[in-house]
């Protein structure tokens, strides 16, 4: 599974009104889907990182922080082939749980089709100020992950806080 309407999967072109309004509401309706089944991945990544209960990840993100910092760090490769994949999307849905946990928000879709990321998933809803600021964590992880090894994952959930307009400082919950 890739991850959900991401810029490789191209928008109708040219993206009449009608085409827009079409592709806003067939992925309006997917949504709550992509909602629960990043939290599902989350479950799963905890399944894979040995928590009992594996929801613990879900429920305390910066529990996983030391070992996903990890796994991060290096070749996500080996990883990969004992069942960390695709690794880009159970990044993404940690450091959306992540930012959930520690900012607020929630997924929402973005309805502009005059936006750069028209149509995507994107974090959102975590500003009362400004509530339609939205953040693509998607896009984060992926320029994160085409970094050199030694990449650090507390950077890119700082870079997130940052983005979002909330304190920065990621609080590390791992357990020894």
């Known amino acids: ?8 999967q191209p928008l109708p072109s040219p993206l009449t009104p009608d085409a827009a309004t079409r592709v806003r509401d067939e992925r309006r309706e997917l949504l709550p889907d992509w909602a629960e089944a990043s939290r599902a991945l989350v479950v799963r990544l905890g399944a894979l990182s040995r928590w009992d209960p594996p929801e613990t990840l879900l429920e305390n993100p910066s529990h996983g922080l030391m ?7 290096g070749d996500p490769a080996p990883f990969e082939m004992i069942g960390y994949r695709p690794f880009d999307l159970l990044l993404t849905a940690y450091c959306a749980e992540y ?10 879709l973005d309805e502009d089709p005059e936006s750069p990321t028209f149509a995507r998933f994107l974090l959102g809803e975590y500003d009362a100020d400004n509530p339609h ?3 693509d964590v998607h896009a984060a992880v992926t ?3 085409n970094e050199p090894e030694g990449r650090d994952l ?3 959930l700082e870079s997130l806080q940052e983005e979002m307009g909330a ?3 990621v609080q ?3 357990y020894p």
């Open 1 to 8: 599974m890739a991850y959900p309407l991401d810029p490789e």
């Open 133 to 135: 600021a939205t953040v």
């Open 154 to 156: 507390e950077e890119l």
């Open 99 to 108: 930012m959930f946990s520690d900012v607020g928000g929630r997924w929402v």
């Open 143 to 145: 320029a994160f992950l």
């Open 67 to 73: 070992h996903m910092g990890a796994v991060c760090a």
């Open 167 to 169: 304190p920065v400082g």
């Open 172 to 174: 590390d919950t791992s």
